[in-house]
C-alpha cells in the first residue's frame, strides 16, 4: 500500500507541474513627441500624457554670443529658459511605455523676463568730441535687482531752457531698445555729430520708460559751418558688456 500512496502523489506532482504557461503580454510602445522649445514643464506634461517621464537633465549656464565660441553667462536663472534638446528625438521610433526623456535647459528668453523697473536703471550722458561735439554717448546700466527685460524708445534731446532746440533736425532723436539685461549689464547708443551753431549752456537729455539722464555742454565748431546740424537719424548700439563673473551675477539674481 506504500507504493501505492507514492504512486498517486507522484501521479499528482506529475499533473500540477504540467500545466502550460499563458503567453507574456507584449510591452506597450509609444511615439515621443517634440518638446524643445517648450517651457520645461509644458514639456514635462505634454509627455507625461504620452505615457512618458521627463525628467531634468543638462542645464548650459552659458548663452553663444555669435557664431564663434564666444558666450556669456545666462541673462536670468540657468535651467529655467526652454528645452533645447531632448535624450530621445522625435521620430526615433517608439519605445517603451513609461521610458524616461531627459530633458536639457539654458537660457530663459528675454520675452519671459519682466519689465526692468525703472528704480533698477541708471543712465549716463557723455557728448564726446571736444568743443566741437563729434557725437553723444547714451549709456544706460543695469545696476541692481533680477534679469528683465528692456522694450521701449531710448530718447536723446538738445535742450535749452527745458526745451529740445528746434534749429537742430530729428531733435529729439529716437532708437527702440528691445533686450534683456543682466544685473551690470550696459546697453550703448551713439548718436554722430549734432551739429555746430556756437551754442553755449545746451543740456543733452536722454530718456527710457521713466528714467532721465542728462549733462550740460555745449554745441560749437568752424564758423564756415554750412549744413542744418542734426542728430543722426540712426544711433549704433553698443554690444553689452558683463562687469561679473558668472557667480557674481547668480549672487545679484538672488539678492
Known amino acids: 500500500m506504500r507504493w501505492l500512496g507514492a504512486l498517486v502523489i507522484g501521479a499528482v506532482v506529475v499533473v500540477g507541474c504540467g500545466g502550460s504557461e499563458s503567453p507574456s503580454e507584449p510591452r506597450k510602445t509609444v511615439a515621443v513627441p517634440n518638446v524643445v522649445g517648450m517651457p520645461r514643464q509644458r514639456a514635462k506634461t505634454v509627455l507625461s500624457a504620452r505615457g512618458l517621464k521627463g525628467r531634468e537633465g543638462w542645464v548650459d549656464p552659458y548663452v553663444r554670443v555669435n557664431l564663434n565660441t564666444e558666450s556669456r553667462p545666462c541673462v536670468g536663472i540657468p535651467g529655467d529658459g526652454p528645452v533645447s534638446d531632448q535624450s530621445v528625438t522625435h521620430g526615433a521610433g517608439p519605445v517603451n511605455a513609461g521610458a524616461v526623456i531627459s530633458l536639457r535647459t539654458g537660457c530663459p528668453t528675454g520675452s519671459s523676463l519682466p519689465r526692468c523697473p525703472d ?134 539674481i538672488r539678492r
Open 119 to 252: 528704480g533698477e536703471l541708471e543712465l549716463h550722458v557723455s557728448p564726446l568730441g571736444g568743443t566741437g561735439i563729434e557725437w553723444v554717448s547714451v549709456r544706460l546700466d543695469h545696476v541692481a535687482g533680477p534679469p528683465c527685460r528692456i522694450d521701449g524708445d531710448l530718447s536723446l534731446s538738445i535742450e535749452k531752457n527745458g526745451r529740445p532746440l528746434p534749429v537742430f533736425r530729428n531733435n529729439p532723436a529716437t532708437v527702440h531698445l528691445s533686450s534683456s539685461m543682466g544685473v551690470g549689464e550696459e546697453l550703448t547708443a551713439t548718436w554722430d555729430r549734432p551739429g555746430c551753431l556756437g551754442i553755449n549752456h545746451v543740456t543733452y537729455v536722454a530718456r527710457v520708460q521713466a528714467v532721465v539722464g542728462s549733462t550740460h555742454g555745449q554745441v560749437g565748431c568752424a564758423a564756415n559751418q554750412q549744413t542744418q546740424p542734426a542728430l543722426a537719424e540712426d544711433a549704433k548700439l553698443g554690444f553689452r558688456t558683463y562687469r561679473w563673473k558668472y557667480n557674481d551675477a547668480l549672487s545679484g
